[in-house]
């Protein structure tokens, strides 16, 4: 799996916007990849989204990836998933992660 | 029951006339016996005011006469005695006798017993007794009592004088010794005057009505007055016949015989010496009755007559009515509509029956729906087992390489007697068989069982083919008296050299589909049926199967099944779907499904028999592309990926709905693959190999994947579904892998035989 992590350092207050672009598949062997990942980009983070838009699937691995991420954060962070495929987006619905992210 | 009814009626309402005509008769007569004895009564008070007034009136009368002979006796005493040279001048003693109106004046010389003077002038110088005596009227004795009672004063006598006059002499003695006066009156004065003030009177109040009248009677019992003058004089008792039996009955309305002629009586004795008996004649008393019989008669005829029909115009309106109304519902109910309901509500107690019937009905209803649903429990619990002893996946050993089986079944009703059976004898022999018993429905069923268990337990024991059906033919002859039978097709597939060795007991001919080739009815040779006739020999046959070899068995079901207008389905028809060009690559499941599709439009449904198809396949043990094998290790992951991947793209699909297919299958195999590497092998070191079978299904278009492996038994449909809306920071971080699984695949199933977890997951590709 492709992970391109993007900074956006917000304007004064020293904290960043974090967009990470993921390509292929987003599922068992991919998400300890995206998990590490992660860590290193979730410092003094205003925000997450996730750029889904060359992910094939996303299985029950990588939600909980998301979920993980979403805890670490806090409710103050917005997470959000966006270029999502319809299946995927169909998964966060089904799932019940489209009310804890913001599926865009 | 309306004429019973109306039988009985009339014979009540007749009796009930005829009583009380009876009654009111006696109540006429009563009544007619009451006023004749009112009116009696009143008779007797007239008759004895009447008779008081006339004895008042006589006494009256009496006195007067007396008076007046008195003054005249005493006057022309007074006269002749101070005038005695009266006796010698007639002029005087004339105008004497004419002033004081008396009929005559006689002196007379008893002594010389002559008339000295007379107004009579013929009687001078004549004897005394010159007139002659009058007798005594015989049928007036209170005038001759009355004349009697003169005489106490003066002498009198009662005489008729020479002009035949009755006269009355009254004698009084003058102042000379020798003469004496003779006054004469005239008795017919004194009677009529008498008459007038008594007897008349009386008489006259003596009538009652036409026929009856009050009969004076004297002490000695001789009538003395009555209207009926022909009685007077007579005795009672040659009156009344009878009648001295009642004599003491006072007052007492008797039924006596007066003169012949029946006639009632009241005897009134009165305290003035005389009786009074009122009577009348019997027919005058019930004169009325006649009048009142008929007016009362026509009446209650009329009235009864009234009654009748009335009463029973309302029976018929208030009772019968109702009672035929609730008699067609009950014929209804009868006939088995128990849904009717009795609503005959024209009164109480036919609303009280009809809810009693209703209630009836009512309970019935549900006792027979309960009756039903404990049969069709039972009946779908006996399903449940009959089906249950059928293999039900497939196919059956997915992992098998070489042989694919399909078969389906369906009963004409809640239990068959078709089945089939497919299993493994031997490594790479395999059993597969279609039967039928005759005949369906429980009886079936149950023979059914019997010939499943004894075949399979046959071909089990390795004997020949043949053999085994002998056995199982003996077997099955034993004890058969119900003769139901069963045909079979019985076969045997050698998977590494491709033989297909059967027994044709009676059963439908078998369909062969040769690779390339087109679907043939291959004429078998043909055995008896199963069951039939023991102690037969069977003969098998055989065919070596070729990769890409197809055989389709049916039971009779499928070619002897009937459209509405009775046109048989056929074995043409069957071999004509099958060989459909568009069926040149359907698999064995696609094939039966297509053509219980076609037998359910043929048949619209309605299926008079059992349906049974079994569809087998041959393959080459090099024709593998629909199976991939891996270790389940994480990093084979990608590898099924690709494989599933490469199969889904064999479907020739629209390339959007292969992208979103590919996406929601590509997570479930990602999901399923991880929980299988995951589960199936904590806690052991062994290998374990996962085997992923992977084929598109035509008919229906479907993506059947199954993951065999041979790890820790674990099954997936039985996981506890996650909380999806649960806050964020409660949500557990696992649990949905199986839940998205379920949700992204249309059928996913679980079993686990010969040691190896078989999981299935189908995908609707449409």
Redo the contacts between chains.
């Keep these: 799996m492709e992970i391109t992590t993007q900074f956006v350092p917000a304007e004064g207050s020293g904290a960043k916007d974090v967009v990470l672009v993921l390509r292929g598949?987003f599922?068992?062997?991919s998400a300890s990849e995206v998990e590490s990942a992660l860590k290193e980009a979730m410092g003094n983070c205003r925000s997450l989204t996730f750029d889904f838009g060359g992910v094939?699937?996303?299985?029950?691995?990588g939600?909980?990836v998301l979920?993980?991420a979403?805890?670490s954060l806090g409710?103050g962070v917005e997470v959000a998933v966006v270029n999502a495929?319809?299946?995927?987006k169909?998964?966060f619905d089904?799932?019940?992660f489209s009310?804890?992210l913001q599926v865009r | 029951m309306r004429t019973i009814f109306r039988k009985k009626l009339l014979i009540i309402v007749g009796v009930a006339a005829f009583i009380v005509s009876w009654l009111s008769l006696d109540l006429v007569d009563r009544n007619c016996r009451l006023h004749v004895s009112k009116l009696f009564n009143e008779a007797c008070k007239d008759t004895l005011r009447a008779l008081a007034t006339s004895d008042k009136r006589a006494y009256d009368s009496r006195s007067t006469m007396m008076h007046k002979v008195l003054t005249s006796l005493e006057t022309v005493t007074e006269v002749v005695n101070y005038f005695p040279g009266i006796e010698h001048n007639y002029l005087a003693l004339e105008r004497l006798r004419s002033s004081l109106g008396i009929s005559r004046i006689d002196i007379l010389d008893p002594a010389r017993q002559r008339v000295v003077l007379s107004t009579d002038p013929n009687l001078q110088g004549k004897p005394i007794n010159c007139d002659l005596p009058a007798p005594l009227s015989q049928n007036d004795p209170d005038f001759n009592s009355f004349i009697s009672s003169m005489g106490s004063y003066h002498p009198v006598d009662y005489v008729l004088d020479r002009h035949q006059r009755e006269l009355l002499l009254f004698y009084n003695p003058l102042r000379q010794p020798d003469r004496l006066l003779r006054l004469a009156f005239n008795a017919q004065n004194f009677r009529m005057t008498y008459d007038v003030a008594t007897h008349e009177l009386v008489t006259s109040s003596l009538s009652l009505g036409e026929t009856g009248g009050v009969d004076v009677i004297q002490g000695n019992g001789v009538i003395v007055n009555s209207v009926d003058k022909e009685c007077i004089g007579a005795n009672i008792l040659e009156v009344y016949s009878d009648f001295q039996n009642h004599q003491e009955a006072k007052g007492l309305l008797l039924r006596v015989n007066r003169r012949g002629t029946p006639s009632y009586c009241s005897y009134y004795p009165t305290q003035y010496g005389y009786s009074l008996i009122c009577y009348m004649s019997a027919s005058e008393v019930y004169a009325t009755r006649r009048t009142v019989l008929q007016v009362m008669l026509i009446g209650y005829f009329l009235l009864f007559v009234a009654i009748f029909f009335s009463t029973s115009y309302l029976v018929k309106v208030v009772v019968l009515n109702g009672l035929e109304r609730i008699n067609a519902s009950l014929a209804k109910i009868e006939a088995g509509d128990l849904e009717v309901k009795v609503e005959e509500d024209s009164c109480p107690e036919f609303c009280a029956l009809s809810q009693g019937i209703n209630s009836t009905v009512q309970a019935l209803k549900s006792l027979m729906e309960s009756q039903l649903a404990h049969d069709a429990e039972q009946m779908a619990l006996a399903r449940t087992i009959q089906l249950s002893c059928l293999p039900k996946f497939f196919p059956t050993y997915p992992e098998v390489r070489e042989l694919d089986l399909y078969a389906r079944t369906t009963p004409a009703q809640e239990v068959g007697g078709d089945f089939y059976d497919y299993f493994r004898i031997s490594d790479n022999l395999y059993c597969v068989m279609i039967a039928d018993v005759s005949e369906h429905g429980i009886p079936a069923a149950l023979l059914m069982m019997t010939a499943k268990t004894a075949l399979h337990d046959a071909v089990l024991s390795g004997d020949t083919l043949e053999h085994c059906i002998e056995s199982v033919n003996s077997f099955l002859c034993e004890n058969n008296s119900t003769c139901m039978f069963v045909t079979a097709f019985v076969a045997t597939l050698n998977i590494a050299t491709g033989e297909f060795r059967f027994v044709n007991a009676g059963h439908c001919r078998p369909m062969l589909k040769r690779a390339q080739g087109q679907w043939e009815s291959v004429a078998v040779q043909p055995g008896m049926v199963l069951g039939g006739i023991d102690n037969l020999n069977y003969q098998s046959e055989g065919w070596i199967l070729k990769p890409g070899d197809q055989v389709f068995l049916y039971t009779d079901g499928v070619s002897e099944a009937s459209d509405p207008q009775g046109q048989m389905f056929g074995v043409a028809r069957l071999q004509a779907i099958l060989n459909r060009p568009s069926c040149a690559h359907y698999d064995g499941g696609s094939l039966i499904n297509l053509v219980q599709d076609e037998l359910e439009n043929f048949t619209q449904g309605d299926f008079q028999d059992d349906v049974t198809m079994v569809a087998l396949e041959y393959f080459s043990s090099l024709h593998a592309d629909k199976f991939l094998q891996v270790s389940a290790q994480p990093e084979e992951l990608d590898k099924i990926l690709d494989f599933v991947n490469a199969t889904l793209e064999r479907a020739q699909l629209e390339p959007k709905r292969l992208q979103e297919l590919r996406a929601a299958v590509d997570t479930a195999v990602d999901d399923i693959f991880t929980n299988i590497v995951s589960y199936a092998t904590t806690g052991s070191n062994r290998q374990v190999q996962v085997t992923v079978r992977a084929e598109i299904s035509l008919y229906p278009h479907q993506l059947i994947l199954h993951f065999i492996d041979n790890g820790h038994p674990y099954d997936p449909t039985a996981a506890t579904l996650p909380d999806i809306d649960c806050p964020f920071q409660d949500r557990p971080c696992g649990g949905l892998g199986i839940y998205l699984v379920k949700k992204l695949t249309d059928h996913m199933t679980y079993r686990y035989t010969e040691g190896r977890n078989i999981l299935c997951l189908v995908k609707n590709l449409e």
């Design positions: 598949r599922g068992n062997n094939d699937y996303i299985s029950s691995a939600l909980r979920l993980m979403k805890k409710a495929n319809e299946v995927v169909e998964i089904i799932s019940g009310k804890i």
